[in-house]
């Protein structure tokens, strides 16, 4: 394949984002009310923005302990006092009926403390990645929730992001063949060596946990399988800000179907974002994948390919084409006015 048959896929249609979220929308139901706990990065950069924006949820609680971030969200997002929490009041939020979810954003190895309190105080729990520090920990969130009757979600962006949907369904439908072996990366050379994302007792682990699982559900997602076998090692430059935490992780898994997938996590080094997924017939791959917006793909087909098959699969199935004949007598109509409205020097109208 040459790189001019290779195409570009770029979608941002929010009709397809919409479609892809199976998100049921009821106009006339009330929004229901997040609470966010843990003001940090995420919250402040990526979720509040976004609720702003949602349709069906909008900010109606913060748990934070500190009070200065309190008073500024509270004037930034009009909440009322009776809003705001801390993290030895937020189990009183059993008595607002306002706050419906409760949206965990602190570090991993709070997840489960904060989850607990919001379960029992009866509201559901979207808990964002990884959902603990290990597995015990993880499924004691899952037994919570189920316990306290409310549903739970964790905040796996990439299941609802239109380019890492288009590569699953390109490997569920085989478009370009079986898919055989994928490799994705994930990593960034990471700052601040006081932060808690380096010690254990707060991130669990290092880059494997933190931007590792995206890799992870890259082959998951792709490949609809979980792993049948996992064979991993670990690099680390620096011994002294990796103490206590990963720093580069490349680990393999196989796949009950045959794939193989070459992973690796890193808080060592920039450059790496993206996947590509190797298939009998041709491959596809974005990069950046992991990015909250601006993702891109490639793929090794074309669109003259996938024309060319698509008009032949119509003859075979004697289907009629979606680029149709009236397609191309409607276009040339509308050109041919193009040219009568400007000799005409006025619009010219239809219908
Ligand atoms: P952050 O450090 O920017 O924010 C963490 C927040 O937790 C801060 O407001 C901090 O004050 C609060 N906190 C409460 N108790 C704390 C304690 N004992 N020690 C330290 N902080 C404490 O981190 P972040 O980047 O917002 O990450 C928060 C969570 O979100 C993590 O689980 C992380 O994995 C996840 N995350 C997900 C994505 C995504 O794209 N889905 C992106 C970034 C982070």
New binding site residues.
Partial sequence: MTEHSRRRFIIQSAALAAAASNISFAQTQKKLGVAL??????????IAPALLKTRNCRLAGIV???PS?AAEWQKKYNLPANAIYN?DNMHTMSKNKDIDIVY?????A??LR?AKVAAEAGKHVF????LEINTERAQQIVDICKKAGVQLGV???LQFEPNNLECVRLAREKVLGDVRIIDANFGFAIGDPT???L?HD??GGGAL??VG??CLQTARMITGEDPIWISAAEVKTDSVKFKEVDETITWIMKFPSGVTANCTSTYGANGFQGFRVGTTRGWFGLDPA?Y?NGNRGRRSDGPVATELDDFAECVINKRQTKVSGEMGVADVKFLMAVYESIKKGRPVTFG
């Fill in positions: 706990v843990g003001l940090g990065s995420l919250s402040e950069k990526q934070t302990g500190t971030k993290y965990v954003v602190t570090p991993n709070l997840h904060d808990c964002e990645k990884p905040g796996y962006r932060q808690w994302r010690k707060l991130a946990m933190d699982i995206y992991y909250y």
